[in-house]
């Protein structure tokens, strides 16, 4: 029967071979339910040290995360590893060894071994057992069985480990959504929203050898931005610019107005004080071209 560790982001050594030839392991697949963690009870041990101690010992887990919080596979991942006590237990969780920093009786966990194991608890949870982690599904060995495992140290911090694997999954399973298309998505809100944070900045910027204000830049989106091409430009530089200032999206805020300029749209702006509103199609027409004011 061939390895197959998992496809992890991060390295996974595969000791997989190594531990069927112990034995220690039933090669029947189940659904998996939970992830479980455990400690090493043993000072830094490593993932060797783990698969000699199994090779004698009538135990294994699928997985062991070491002091340095690199990661290693010894039982697939769907498969029912020795680990927790329990049949059910066995059959339905995935179980998750960590190295101590120290021994009796704190067996301390240090955050590069807890943080790790976390994260690949994450991984497990959104892509085998397909459940975001919580009390009813994320356990320590005690869980399962009458035992200290996975130590005092882990005890007292679990609801940061549950919280960091909690972080973890979110990140791991929050769809990121795509940019909005402003020429073609925009609407009326954004356009307000848009020019809103610009006009809350209410000021004056110099491009090239000339000075717009917000009201040039209004008047000529609202005239749908006619005129030779240095205009356009100019108007460009002046939004990017106005948008620098005002911190937001100026491509957003030039792609949104001009939309909204060549739809047609007529949309009151929200200004720098709750008391002062603008409306697109009451703002007195500009000269031209830009003069310096």
């Known amino acids: 029967m061939s390895g197959s560790t ?11 071979a190594r531990l069927d030839a112990t034995g220690h392991v039933t090669h029947q697949s189940f659904t998996k339910k939970s992830v479980t963690l455990h400690h090493n009870g043993g000072v830094n041990f490593s993932h060797d040290t783990i698969l000699n101690i199994w090779v004698t010992r009538p135990a294994s887990a699928h997985f062991d995360v070491d002091s340095a919080g690199s990661v290693a596979q010894y039982v697939r991942v769907n498969e029912y590893a020795w680990a927790v006590g329990d049949t059910t237990g066995n059959e339905e969780t995935i179980s998750i060894e960590m190295a101590d920093a120290t021994g009796d009786p704190t067996w301390h966990v240090s955050d590069a071994t807890w943080k790790a194991a976390a994260r690949l608890a994450a991984w497990l949870f959104a892509n085998v057992v397909h459940a975001r982690p919580d009390a009813g599904n994320y356990f320590v060995h005690h869980h399962w069985s009458q035992t200290g495992c996975a130590g005092p140290y882990i005890d007292s911090i679990w609801s940061q480990v ?54 040039h830049v209004l008047d000529w989106l609202r005239r749908g931005v006619g005129g030779n091409s240095a205009d356009i430009a100019g108007l460009k530089a ?56």
Do not use: H
Request: aromatic share 6%.
């Open 6 to 16: 998992i496809a992890y982001d991060l390295p996974v050594a595969d000791y997989i």
């Open 162 to 215: 549950l919280a960091e694997t909690q972080r973890q999954y979110d990140a791991l399973t929050t769809t990121t959504q795509p940019a909005k298309d402003w020429f073609t998505m925009a609407t009326v809100d954004d356009l307000k929203a848009a020019l809103s944070s610009v006009l809350s900045t209410a000021n004056i910027v110099t491009v090239g050898t000339s000075q717009w204000s917000v009201t």
């Open 238 to 293: 002046a939004v990017q610019a106005l948008g620098d200032k005002a911190g937001v999206d100026v491509q957003a805020v030039y792609a949104a107005a001009s939309k909204g300029a060549q739809d047609g749209v007529q949309a009151e702006i929200a200004g720098a004080s709750a008391s002062v509103q603008v409306n697109l199609s009451a703002v007195p027409a500009a000269p031209a071209a830009p003069s310096v004011q």
